[in-house]
């Protein structure tokens, strides 16, 4: 996988590329995607992985239709509404764009920033529980001795982790208080 990411190109598909990554690797590949100059299709059955690495998440939905919805997998969860009717979809769809339109002009918010108010608790419990998994893999007292690099690579993650999620914790209450200005 590294040296097709190293090739020049504007296209890379992947199928389940997070299956047996321990947490470093897989940090490495979500910074490899992230700096990829080009698109990136992606199958995954990790949906924390695809909320994080995904701008659009095509779904299919059966009957040979394909939907895109903007963001990862909670965003698309978020906008699928299966017990909805095609017609009522329709009507769904424009009196909610009006509602969140009004409600975005009595926040001060815009609907980028309304949005990620909403996805910001979410990527708080997430750094949360990436933190969680590194204190428990540092507590081994023989990790320092028997693997020095492997501790290394967790320190670094844990302060990265930690810092992203001071960050996320200030850009909440920044814009928690904008809204209800």
Same mark, same amino acid.
């Not at 659009?56 to 939905?61: F, H, Q, R």
């Not at 815009?110 to 933190?131: D, G, N, V, Y």
């Given at each position: 996988m590294a040296k097709l990411m190293a090739r020049p190109s504007n296209l890379l598909v992947l199928d389940e590329p997070t299956n047996d990554l321990d947490?470093?690797?897989l940090d490495l590949? *979500?910074?490899l995607i992230?700096?990829?100059d080009g698109t990136v299709m992606l199958v995954s059955h990790d949906r924390d992985f695809l909320d994080r690495v995904s701008v659009?998440?095509?779904?299919?939905?059966g009957d040979g239709k394909a939907t895109a919805y903007a963001g990862g997998w909670s965003d698309y969860q978020s *906008?699928?509404?299966?017990?909805?009717?095609?017609?009522?979809k329709s009507k769904t769809k424009t009196s909610e764009a009006k509602l969140k339109q009004t409600e975005a002009n009595k926040s001060g918010l815009?609907?980028?920033?309304?949005?990620?108010?909403?996805?910001?608790?979410?990527?708080?419990?997430?750094?949360?529980?990436?933190?969680v998994k590194l204190q428990e893999l540092m507590s081994d007292p023989d990790l320092f001795t028997e693997n020095p690099v492997k501790f290394q690579k967790a320190t670094d993650?844990?302060?990265e982790r930690q810092a992203r999620l001071d960050e996320a914790e200030e850009e909440w209450l920044m814009r928690e208080e904008k809204a209800s200005a």
């Open positions: 947490v470093e690797t590949l *979500q910074d992230d700096q990829y659009t998440t095509i779904a299919m939905e *906008q699928r509404r299966p017990d909805a009717k095609p017609e009522e815009s609907f980028t920033e309304k949005h990620r108010l909403e996805a910001l608790p979410a990527e708080m419990e997430r750094l949360e529980a990436e933190i993650a844990l302060i």
